[in-house]
């Protein structure tokens, strides 16, 4: 199974500030990695495909990059909207589909 | 518009059973991929079981393997997760997802199950 470790538990930051999340896999998973985004009481959303293909209607500040063990999410400026856990996901080796377990940006 | 409906929420006795559904529509519900996620109270995204468009091939967590059965009726384009001899360790919100190729795209609101006496 492979593992996903995001880093940091928690980012505080301000509206306006740039965000860096990072993914690492404990084996390669080439390019098949996700981003989905949770708000309180609702379902996740998918931000990034495959490492850095942003999903439909998702904004330009959102990207991401990365390959093989080593993956980051970046949020160019951030937007209220935007506080709430993001959590990465592969799909290289399944089953299972494993996920990380999410990184908080909360409003410092 | 791709819409993913599950049934209500339930409270359940531990060593019960239960039924989720998922309706489909929007889309060729037969074409695709589905999966069940769970999320415990507080806690991260745990993938539950998988099974592929016509309903031939399915995939477990281990956690799940041989109480949970996941099934499809693609002539009513809804989606199933049966189980059994429930804990309280399965108290979650489970959310049926559509798998296109590149990934998880489409969420249901999610049903929370709590197995409690």
């Known amino acids: 199974e492979i593992v996903l470790t995001q880093s940091p538990a928690t980012l505080s930051l301000s509206p306006g500030e740039r965000a860096t999340l990072y993914c690492r896999a404990s084996q390669s998973v080439y390019s098949y990695l996700a981003w989905f985004q949770q708000k309180p009481g609702q379902s996740p959303r998918l931000l990034i495909y495959d490492a850095s293909n942003r999903a439909t209607g998702i904004p330009a500040r959102f990207s991401g990059s990365g390959s093989g063990t080593d993956f980051t999410l970046t949020i160019s400026s951030l937007e209220p909207e935007d506080f709430a856990v993001y959590y990465c996901?592969?799909?290289?080796?399944?089953?299972?589909?494993?996920f990380g377990q999410g990184t908080k940006v909360e409003m410092k | 518009e791709v819409q993913l409906v599950q049934s209500g929420g339930v409270v359940i006795q531990p060593g019960g059973s239960l039924r989720l559904s998922c309706a489909a529509s929007g889309f060729t519900f037969s074409a695709y991929w589905m999966h069940w996620v769970r999320q415990a109270p507080g806690k991260g995204l745990e993938w539950v079981s998988r099974i592929d468009s016509d309903g031939g091939a399915t995939s477990y967590a281990d956690s799940v393997m041989g109480r949970f059965t996941i099934s499809r009726d693609n002539a009513k384009s809804t989606l199933y997760l049966q189980m059994h001899s429930l804990s309280p360790d399965d108290t979650a919100v489970y959310y049926c997802i559509r798998d296109v190729t590149h990934a998880f795209d489409s969420w249901g609101q999610g049903t929370l199950v709590t197995v409690s006496s």
């Open positions: 996901q592969q799909r290289y080796n399944w089953p299972p589909w494993t």
